[in-house]
């Protein structure tokens, strides 16, 4: 590997996120998280495992970033799954949307899963990316699974779900957590809401649950029972990636990316990407 001499092809450490799944409304499931995938050294992919193989690059790769799935506003159809984020030949799968309360239960399978609304089953996560939505109850609802915990299963009558914990990185120069699933929704007066962290966004009492952080692949918080009310949305994936200083980047149009010098190295953040969009390296 030619690397360490200053000329192509690069060694390139990377951090892909995908979009956060849509919580469920009406007693509604928390959002899984997006997938966590990472080469980092010294630092963990998504569903527990190690890191990733680094990559070795010269050329003009796709890179894209998946949206947060929709919330759901329909107590019979389940949160919506969020969208893939890709680098290369790294491909991360959406979080699964949480159940809602009237049909489509269950929670939806993904990058992480997302929670069953009452006596359902949270969905699968995907091996190497994330982890399982949690189990709902009487009365209450799962948490979304996160990149390195399961969502937690809510306890009948009294507690629905926070959602799973995230992984964090320094691959940006400072520690921020991301990936975390969507906490669940409760049945206020009977049980509590669900909360969140890395990303995640939390349930609410008697409301609408909150957003998953943009940027950040969390789940969006699930809806209460009390007024039917809706899920919120997962936030958006993102796409970082660390090249030696000597390497040139350039991407296409719609890419909208920041960039910053950590130690020998150069990364870039990408956080917004329009069909086809293109880095490329030299």
Do not use: W
Not at 88 to 95: D, N
């Amino acid at each position: 590997m030619s690397a360490a001499f200053g000329v192509p092809p690069f060694a390139c450490q990377y951090l892909v996120v995908a979009g956060g799944g849509g919580g469920g409304k009406n007693q509604g499931g928390g959002g899984g998280a997006g997938g966590y995938r990472s080469s980092v050294t010294g630092e963990a992919s998504g569903g527990g495992v190690s890191a990733e193989r680094a990559l070795t690059l010269k050329g003009t790769y796709t890179v894209t970033i998946g949206a947060g799935g929709p919330g759901s506003s329909n107590a019979s159809l389940r949160g919506s799954a969020g969208g893939t984020s890709i680098f290369h030949t790294v491909s991360a799968t959406g979080g699964g949307g949480g159940g809602s309360g009237v049909s489509e239960r269950t929670g939806g399978v993904g990058g992480s899963g997302g929670g069953g609304s009452g006596p359902n089953n949270g969905g699968s996560g995907t091996t190497g990316e994330g982890l399982a939505g949690g189990n709902g109850a009487s009365n209450v609802s799962g948490g979304g699974g996160g990149a390195s915990a399961v969502g937690a299963n809510g306890v009948a009558d009294t507690s629905s779900g926070n959602g799973g914990a995230g992984v964090t990185s320094s691959i940006t120069g400072s520690a921020v957590g991301r990936a975390g699933g969507g906490g669940a929704g409760g049945n206020d007066g009977t049980s509590t809401p669900g909360s969140a962290t890395d990303g995640g966004g939390s349930a609410v009492g008697a409301a609408a649950g909150n957003p998953g952080t943009s940027n950040t692949g969390g789940g969006g918080g699930g809806g209460d029972a009390v007024g039917a009310e809706n899920g919120d949305n997962g936030g958006s994936g993102v796409v970082i990636f660390a090249l030696p200083v000597q390497a040139v980047v350039s991407f296409s149009g719609g890419v909208t990316q920041t960039s910053a010098i950590v130690g020998i190295n150069r990364v870039y953040t990408v956080t917004e990407t329009d069909p086809g969009s293109t880095v490329t390296i030299e």
